[in-house]
């Protein structure tokens, strides 16, 4: 089959770490199945992949000497692997790339996230959906949306569940709560910015430009904020007294105008930017409130004054991706039009590196897919709805 595929010796900037070669059809084993990938999302992850930052993923997987990355994808099942008995060839659906054990006691009782085993598919594994068939555990397996193209179809997994978890699930997001969201028009943030809007929170979104601004008030928040009008209030690192107390006056004007458009402080805030704009969300939130994240696009050694932590009993609270059942929920609102798809560029099979590329240089907003066994968007559809909403604003 045609796969993307990075491997340990070119590990670099995405354009030149992508490289498409042929690999073998994968096998599918006891309780997996094989796909026929239709679809396949652009998630950051392989990003990170592609650079072999923080950690090359041919740690997580070093029995494979080549990565197949892609962790969302839309397709039909074309082999199940023996014990599936829930799906069968010719099923059409889409995939969330949590993968764990069933051997390991925590799948059954505490959470598969806490299991030893747990991997995220495409990019702590191989056999991701940058190929013409995948490998995935059958648990990995939902419905796909009948309203839905297949580039629509596998373009929110990844991002859409993780903001589901980290709001609804860890953050017991309601009605009346005050949130603020970073990078709002971004992969995560486009979902973020719909669940407030569909459970009746207020949102205020960052971003950085005024035409992302419009996108995410046309997704239910209340108000945006360019980052770019608060540049003083990013942590650099290494910022002497003086520079540390002229970064924490930007950060307070920030906070107010977050409090203008909110009303108040925010009860939830919405973190993965990382060392740029921690010390911010700390001291943004509001007393007892919660600074939930799940990743670090401008660092991972976060540092910030923990008084502002202590003295006002806020919370940080670490979330990753989703469980099979979240997973479920939430693709429940998608089926129902409750939340939709953001896509902002769909790119052929050859577009796989590039479409890396405008992400690691932040040139995208929403989700680039990408289609593979599929000859032509817009194909796929099997009821009527609505779709994707198109993020047809330059970034
Ligand atoms: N743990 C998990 O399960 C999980 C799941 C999904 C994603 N993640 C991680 O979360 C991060 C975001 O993912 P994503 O898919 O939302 O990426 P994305 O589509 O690139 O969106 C992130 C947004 O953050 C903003 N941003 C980037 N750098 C920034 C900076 N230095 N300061 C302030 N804002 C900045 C950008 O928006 P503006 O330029 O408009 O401000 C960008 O659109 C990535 O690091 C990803 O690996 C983790």
């Keep these: 089959m045609a796969a993307w595929v990075i491997r340990k010796e070119r590990q670099g900037e995405p354009v030149d770490a992508f490289r498409l070669e042929e690999i073998e059809v994968p096998q599918p084993g006891a309780f997996e199945v094989v796909v026929r990938v239709m679809a396949a999302g652009v998630n950051f992850n392989n990003v990170w992949a592609a650079l072999g930052e923080p950690v090359s993923v041919f740690r997580y997987h070093p029995d494979e000497d080549h990565h197949i990355g892609g962790s969302d994808a839309s397709g039909i099942v074309w082999k199940v692997g023996e014990g599936v008995t829930r799906w069968k060839p010719g099923d059409e659906v889409v995939v969330h790339c949590n993968q764990a054990s069933y051997e390991d006691p925590e799948v059954h009782g505490l959470d598969p996230l806490a299991a030893p085993s747990q991997r995220i598919w495409g990019y702590e594994t191989s056999w991701g959906s940058f190929a013409q068939f995948c490998k995935v555990q059958a648990q990995q397996l ?55 809007a569909l459970t009746g929170a207020d949102s205020v979104g960052v971003v950085s430009s005024a035409e992302k601004g419009e996108l995410i008030e046309k997704l239910g928040a209340v108000g945006h904020v360019n980052r770019g009008d608060f540049d003083g209030m990013m942590r650099r690192g ?44 700390v001291l943004a939130v509001k007393p007892f409130g919660k600074v939930v994240i799940c990743g670090a696009t401008s660092g991972y050694q976060l540092d910030f004054d923990v008084r502002y932590l202590w003295m006002r009993q806020k919370e940080i609270v670490g979330s990753h991706f989703a469980n099979a059942w979240e997973a479920t929920r939430a693709n429940e609102l998608i089926e129902q039009s409750k939340i939709r798809p953001v896509l902002w560029r769909t790119m052929g099979f050859e577009g796989v590196a590039e479409a890396h590329q405008l992400l690691r240089d932040n040139r995208h907003l929403g989700k680039i897919a990408i289609l593979v066994g599929t000859t032509a968007e817009g194909q796929g559809r099997t009821a009527e709805g609505p779709g994707a909403i198109r993020a047809e604003v330059g970034a």
Excluded: N
């Design 238 to 281: 290494g910022e002497g007294p003086d520079e540390e107390k002229a970064r924490f006056k930007e950060s307070r004007r920030f906070c107010q105008a977050v409090e203008e458009i909110l009303g108040g402080a925010p009860d939830i805030v919405f973190e993965h930017v990382g060392r740029a704009t921690f010390p911010t969300s």
């Design 142 to 196: 939902l419905p796909k949306p009948r309203h839905l193209a297949w580039e629509e179809a596998a373009s929110y997994g990844l991002t859409y569940f993780t903001a589901y978890r980290m709001l609804i699930d860890r953050c017991g997001l309601q009605a009346g709560h005050r949130v603020l969201i970073w990078g709002a028009a971004g992969g995560l943030g486009v979902f973020a910015t719909q669940l407030c």
